[in-house]
């Protein structure tokens, strides 16, 4: 879990951004960002996955290490 948690952070620094400003790319409040870097969700919104992996130029297994479920959510299946 601290990889994932890690993952997140690093991409974001790597880029030199703030999560204020990869917030305003991506169209999510800095406190969801935030909360990400601190404790992800078991299972984020796909949506929120698929947004942050194009705003930092990653896959979601390489920034999440998720894949997307058939009903369109996250779900962890590779760790990162």
């Known amino acids: 879990m601290v990889e994932v948690l890690a993952a ?3 991409a974001r620094i790597a ?3 703030t999560q204020a ?3 305003r790319r991506s169209g999510l409040s800095q406190s ?3 909360s990400l870097e601190r404790r992800p969700r078991a299972d984020p919104p796909w949506s ?3 947004t942050l992996s194009r705003v ?3 896959s979601p297994v390489q920034l999440f290490g998720l894949r997307p ?3 369109g959510r996250g779900r962890r299946e ?3």
């Open 21 to 23: 400003e990869l917030a």
């Open 8 to 10: 997140l952070r690093r």
């Open 48 to 50: 929120t996955v698929a």
């Open 32 to 34: 969801t960002i935030a």
């Open 69 to 71: 479920s058939k009903n």
């Open 78 to 80: 590779v760790r990162v």
């Open 56 to 58: 930092l130029r990653m």
């Open 15 to 17: 880029r030199g951004l």
